[in-house]
């Protein structure tokens, strides 16, 4: 690009506005930034555009080189700042710039990308990390699901994980259950009320002093194993590049359910050995995760918001166990000849610090992991910054852009991405060979 998109502002009643001289500006972690150009690429279909209560913006002054706070907007209220919530498989290079005020809010649990535009369209410092289409907007139609749901909710009336996953799909608009009913790619399994993490940014758990709600409600029942058999072997026998996933949102830690785990996945592969069997998981548990890689488990995927002890005991709060257990879960997953990813969530100006970046080189030479999901942490960002606490020991922040360079230099065959790939399983590779 030639030219810096303008910055965006808002006012009280949720309308906003390019400002007029400003361009817009970013942050990583506490620190104002100019954008650079080049990173800027147009905001994705199916991103959405919030306003930040309580949160004064800053614009970058071209003619004076500097940053510019802005306190009322172009109809003179208090003005907000704005933010973009980018569409899935993207991932975000800065945050939007401000500076919350003393009385602001709590935001709610989103990541937040800065955002500008010109000429009438709106631009974000960001990378298209995974080029899978699955949960691209133009792949949905709501009159088909709503068709599907009503299908097989009448073909399967007394399965509650079926019931369940409906409201996820129609109600909560949760891609993964919408691709269940219509058929196709990665389904979800979500099976666990419970956790052995106390996440501060928890989607399905959240306590009343926090100061904002859940995104989405956890699963109150554990399903039989029949019923997620019912779920999950049709859909990997059927479904185009199909995968199924234990380990959602929604719900809990799957590997507290350890023995149901062991019996669904057991029972699939005597109906089908067709698909990927993935658990998504904090990792707690590896003499478990090699159960279930010798049951037929195909992958796991590992969330971690941090390559550093320290940071990940502040963000996680584990439970009944240590980060050296989910570094072993990551190995239990590879040595079993199983597929593993590391889910590792990006932080402008925290992720990309030279501390973290020698320690995410550490932990994939230690784990060899076969890909890394490049996924956004969803919370408000000065309460990120306020749970870790002084970042200075960690160096400097490198910028995203360098981490994923980085890391890719230091390991050139690792795979990047964003969603659970369809590996192809072991008896797909044997019939493939005859």
Known sequence: MKKLPHLLVSDKDGNIFPHPSLKMAGRSAIDMVEVPKEELIPLPEGSEIFTLPGRTPFGWDEKTQELVSVD???????????????????????????????????LPLFAYTAVGELYGKLFVPARRIDPDSRQDLKNFSQEELARRVKARLKAEPKNRLVAYLSTCALVNACPGAKNFFLGRWEAPLPTSPACNSDCVGCLSFQAANTGFPSTQNRIQFTPTADEVVAVAA????????????????????????????????????????????NVNTNGSKPGLVWELVQAGLDAIRVSMNSAQEVWYNAYYRPRGYTFADVKDSVKAMVQGGGKASINYFVFPGVSDREAEIEALISLVKETDPHLIQWRNLNLDPDLYLQTLGDLSPAGRAMGVPFLLGEIRRQFPTLRYGYFNPPWATEAEKAAASK
């Open 72 to 106: 009322k907007g172009p109809l003179g209220q208090e003005a907000w700042a704005c933010a973009a919530f980018m569409a899935p498989a993207h991932t975000q290079f800065l945050l939007p710039a401000y500076r919350a005020k003393p009385n602001a809010p709590r």
């Open 234 to 277: 049709p859909h990997l026998a059927s479904a185009p590049r199909p995968v199924v996933s234990f380990g959602q949102g929604c719900e809990g830690e799957p590997l507290m359910n350890g023995p149901l785990l062991l019996e669904s996945i057991r029972k699939i592969r005597k109906v089908t050995p067709r698909g990927i069997i």
